[in-house]
């Protein structure tokens, strides 16, 4: 999906031979697909839906996804949290959090690289995730946003709305998709 910056990559082998199967991408905006965070966390990416939930592979694939996150300073504790149902029920108990980043063990059940603006995430198994942020004790954490100006003509008169969004492509092409829906 590279209008919102996602994508999924599954090597050669990934699967056994001979056996096929239909994978997918999505990014999913509605509030229900997002979990409910405490008031001292903050989401830092789209959450990304790769299916079908459940599908494992012989081979890590990789689900590449921007986030908004400033790790120019070290303040934050940043979570990747997934999701095995492909429909919101309604539930925050369904969202878990598989790992803290930077805090891996060759045990967890997925790999995680962030650079400065994307998140890299090596997984045996397909489902929703997305990362979920939150400053360390003591410290402060810094997202990076843009600031999107969007303008119209009204008559005689040019409008402009002034938006303020997490700086990465989703959340960008998410921001556009909405104000041309409403016209």
Same mark, same amino acid.
Request: glycine content about 8%; hydrophobic content about 40%; charged content about 15%.
């Given at each position: ?27 999913? #905006?509605?509030?229900? /697909?997002?979990? =409910? ?6 989401? *830092? &990416?789209?959450?990304? +839906?790769? $299916? ?58 997925? #790999?995680?690289?962030? /650079?400065?603006? =994307? ?6 198994? *397909? &489902?929703?995730?997305? +990362?979920? $942020? ?50």
């Amino acid at each position: 999906l590279p209008d919102w910056g996602v994508s999924l990559l599954v090597p050669k082998d990934a699967l056994q031979p001979g056996y096929m199967e239909d994978v997918f991408l999505a990014v999913l #905006l509605e509030p229900r /697909d997002l979990p =409910s965070l405490s008031s001292s966390q903050t989401s *830092l &990416s789209p959450v990304v +839906l790769a $299916g079908p939930p459940g599908l494992s592979f012989s081979k890590p694939v990789v689900i590449s996804f921007g986030h908004s996150a400033c790790l120019q300073q070290d303040g934050w504790e940043i979570g990747v949290y997934h999701c095995d149902s492909i429909f919101s029920e309604g539930s925050e108990q369904s969202w878990v959090k598989l790992v803290t980043v930077g805090q891996e063990s060759p045990s967890c059940p997925i #790999l995680t690289h962030l /650079d400065f603006s =994307s998140c890299f995430l090596l997984t045996d198994f *397909l &489902s929703r995730f997305c +990362l979920v $942020g939150q400053s360390q004790p003591g410290q402060r954490a810094a997202r990076n946003l843009s600031v999107v100006m969007l303008g119209r003509k009204h008559g005689q008169e040019l409008l402009l709305e002034v938006h303020l969004t997490g700086d990465n492509q989703a959340s960008l092409h998410a921001l556009l998709r909405t104000r041309k829906k409403m016209g």
